[in-house]
């Protein structure tokens, strides 16, 4: 099967430009996360959707980060302005909720590798 | 919230020997713990997983172990090869906020 697909594998702006990732889950699958991975760190949950609604979004920058998903199936993730400390590697995340697969299994995409000068 | 802590951050082996990693965790109602293993320029990739109601499990040369009491659970490699190289992460799942919670890594070297 195809996994989680990403766009652009990579960005470079400059500090307050606004930037827009994208995210193509798993066919099927309707709880899509995005992490936040600081180089030499783990990822951090930034939101997390079941189908079109949000789940959980309290890791969220609000006043800067946003993200949607209208249909139920592709994402997208917002940073406007950009600081230099969102220069992060974006995962995106896909599962079956667990009372269908009997497991919580996260299938990840290559992630967007922004860097903010 | 959880919060998971992973040790050592670095690690070195001979090839063929046995690499263990260790996690610790806070959130006694956390029960879901996947391994992933982080190639460079990839995503995540789970390698294995183990619920809170299994000691422990295995799959080939790599096997988990689970301590709920002391809430730790350790992944095993047996066997090392160079492509075993890689980050690897461990993570905890809380059945009451269902959000996975990362350690902050392994960077493992398998030395040919």
Redesign the interface.
């Known amino acids: 099967e195809a996994g989680v697909a990403q766009s652009p594998r990579y960005k470079i702006i400059e500090k307050r430009q606004s930037v827009a990732f994208w995210c193509n889950p798993i066919s099927g699958h309707a709880t899509l996360y995005w992490y936040q991975q600081i180089l030499g760190q783990g990822p951090k949950l930034l939101i997390q959707f079941q189908n079109n609604g949000v789940v959980d979004d309290s890791q969220l920058p609000k006043d800067r980060f946003s993200a949607e998903r209208l249909k139920g199936v592709d994402s997208t993730l917002k940073i406007q302005p950009a600081k230099l400390e969102d220069s992060a590697v974006y995962l995106c995340a896909s599962s079956l909720p667990y009372r269908f697969s009997s497991t919580d299994t996260q299938y990840f995409g290559p992630g967007t590798r922004l860097t903010v000068l | 919230g959880e919060n ?1 802590e ?1 040790h050592p951050s670095t690690l070195s082996v001979q090839e063929g020997d046995s690499a263990v990693i260790k996690c610790t965790y806070s959130d006694s109602a956390s029960n ?1 713990f ?1 391994w ?1 293993k982080q190639e460079l ?6 390698i294995i ?1 183990i619920r809170s109601n299994v000691g422990e499990k295995k799959d080939q040369r790599i096997a988990v172990t689970l301590n709920k009491t002391a809430k730790h659970f350790s992944l095993h490699i047996t066997e090392t090869q160079p492509e075993d190289s890689a980050v690897y ?1 461990c ?1 905890a ?1 809380t059945n009451t ?4 919670y ?4 392994t960077s493992l070297t398998v030395i040919p």
């Open positions: 998971v992973q879901y996947p992933y320029g990839k995503g995540p990739q789970l997983d992460f993570a799942l906020g269902n959000q996975f990362f350690g902050t890594g």
